[in-house]
Every structure is written in structure tokens, then in C-alpha cells.
């Protein structure tokens, strides 16, 4: 089991997403910002380390709002915490993606997301998380 966290940025009604390179992992799917928790990490602290190497921010508060599980093929378990972040400093910037967006809530659907994030935009579109 691979212990995962992402946040949710908003900047009004949209949220941050960021598409993953084309020479890694699940080439060009779309994600939430974030990354492993590394062993004795704990999550929030996790959260800030994988924002300030990937997009360059420090962030403020971060509230987990929703985790859930997703197997990938036969030889991979995530466990996902997504975290609401309240607030952040610094330009956003792409230091590990091909491309990232700010998108509306609407919009979310039309990006090849991972199959992780998906309950987790379902969730989003229906209103049901607050944003």
C-alpha cells in the first residue's frame, strides 16, 4: 500500500490541475498536486514538501477532506488523502508536470484524470464537498 496525498488548491471556482510528463508514470494523465508520504513522514507535512518541490508554494492551513482507495493493475494499492488547502504564498510555478491549469468545477469531467482522483471529482461535480 502506497500512501498518497494531494491537494486541492482553488483560485475562486477553479482548482489546480496538473498534467503528468509524458516520459513517466501513467504518461499525461491529469492529477491533483502531490506525492508519496515517505516513511515517518506525517501527511500534512508530506503535503507541503511534495507543493513546495512541484509547484514551488508554501502553503498555510491544508484540512483533509476525503480519503479513498484505488488499485492500479495487480501490483499496486494507494491509499489517497486529498487535502482543501487554505492558503498559499509564492507564483505557482511547474517544476515536475507537462502542463498544469486552473479549471473549473465543470471542466473537471473533460480531463483524462487518473483513476484515483476520479471518486474524488465525482464528488466535486456533484457538490457535494463544497467547493
Sequence with gaps: MIQ????LISDG??????QR???????????????????????????RRE?????????GGATPILRTRHRYGAAME?????FRVENFR????S????????VSLQDLKALDFLEGDL????KLTAGELGF
Excluded at 498518497?4 to 491537494?7: F, G, N, P, S
Excluded at 507543493?51 to 502553503?59: P, T, Y
Excluded at 509564492?90 to 510555478?93: E, I, R, T, Y
Excluded at 517544476?95 to 486552473?102: A, E, L, N, P, T
Design 4 to 7: 498518497v496525498v494531494a491537494a
Design 13 to 18: 471556482d477553479r482548482l489546480l490541475v496538473c
Design 21 to 47: 510528463r509524458a516520459d513517466g508514470p501513467f504518461p499525461l494523465k491529469w492529477e491533483f498536486p502531490g506525492g508519496k508520504v515517505e516513511v515517518g513522514e506525517e501527511e500534512v507535512d508530506a503535503l
Design 51 to 59: 507543493l513546495r518541490e512541484e509547484l514551488a508554494i508554501e502553503i
Design 78 to 82: 494507494v491509499d489517497l488523502l486529498f
Design 90 to 93: 509564492g507564483p505557482v510555478a
Design 95 to 102: 517544476r515536475s508536470f507537462h502542463q498544469i491549469r486552473w
Design 119 to 122: 471518486p474524488l471529482i465525482e
